[in-house]
Nanobody, 124 residues
């Protein structure tokens, strides 16, 4: 079992940057594909980015491609999301997620464990 705790959210001006972190408990973090999702007020949760256990494969939604970078540090049991060139439409609660299958995470957003979320607000 994996427990996930996000941090690093906050208020930033448009064009600014933030780096989110997701600390995972348990010894099996490196076995999971990991991802980031977000949910804006009044909208459904949407996929943002995913990374395989080895970090050899990455995948991004079109809305963040070229601006966000997902990475992981397996010895530190930590997942990251570097967010640059932030826009007001990036405002949302960001969730860390763990999945047993990278392909299912990307294709059908299948998630086995969720974090509690961290708020990101981008002002115009």
């Amino acid at each position: 079992q994996v427990q996930l705790v996000e941090s690093g959210g906050g208020l930033v001006q448009a064009g600014g940057s933030l780096r989110l972190s997701c600390a995972a408990s348990g010894r099996t973090f490196s076995r999971y594909a990991m991802g980031w999702f977000r949910q804006a007020p009044g909208k459904e949760r949407e996929f943002v980015a995913a990374i395989t256990w080895s970090a050899l494969s990455l995948y991004y939604s079109d809305s963040v491609k070229g601006r966000f970078t997902i990475s992981r540090d397996n010895p530190k049991n930590t997942l990251y999301l570097q967010m640059n060139s932030l826009k007001p439409e990036d405002t949302a609660v960001y969730y860390c997620a763990a999945s047993n299958s990278y392909s299912d995470l990307v294709r059908t957003n299948e998630v086995d464990y969720w974090g509690q979320g961290t708020q990101v607000t981008v002002s115009s």
